[in-house]
């Protein structure tokens, strides 16, 4: 499996969740011990809704550890261009947008980060301040005209 790059927030972030998943999963635990001491399991809802809480935990715990064993921390060479890590503000015709190149794992539009596998993304990716790059979106062409790149 490939190493997925991750920038210095995004992997703190999830080092942070896997962390709070690890506190949390001992209390999932004792609610399942609980459930299961209330009596005959077929019937019991409590053990059938601690059983899966404790599944869900375990799960995301899994993917977690599978991701963090695969990342690392990026560093941004900064050229002139757009690229993972970066931050780029662009003028469209709806106004000007600031997005952080990053990837798909970190990605969340609401907050401005999109993944460089995303069409924006792949289309910024190895653009330099000036160019117009024209980009199709459900509603039709978009054309973006980079305005700004740094360093997020």
């Avoid at 596998?117 to 160019?131: E, H, Q, W």
Wanted: charged share 30%; glycine share 6%; hydrophobic share 35%.
């Amino acid at each position: 499996m490939s190493k997925t790059p991750f920038t210095k927030q995004g992997y703190a972030d999830l080092v942070k969740e896997k962390n709070d998943l690890t506190k949390g999963r001992a209390d999932a635990v004792a609610n399942l011990k609980t459930a299961r001491e209330m009596g005959d399991l077929s019937e019991n809802a409590a053990y059938r809704v601690a059983r899966s809480k404790l599944s869900s935990v375990d799960r995301r715990l899994r993917f977690l550890t599978k991701i963090l064993d695969n990342a690392y921390i990026m560093q941004v060479n900064f050229r002139g261009m757009v690229d993972a890590g970066c931050q780029v503000t662009v003028e469209t015709k709806f106004g000007d947008r600031t997005y952080q190149i990053v990837n798909s794992h970190e990605s969340d539009i609401a907050s401005g980060k999109i993944s460089y596998y995303s069409p924006v993304g792949r289309a910024l990716i190895g653009k330099r301040v000036n160019d117009e790059v024209e980009i199709s979106t459900p509603n039709g062409k978009t054309i973006y005209k980079i305005k700004e790149i740094k360093i997020a």
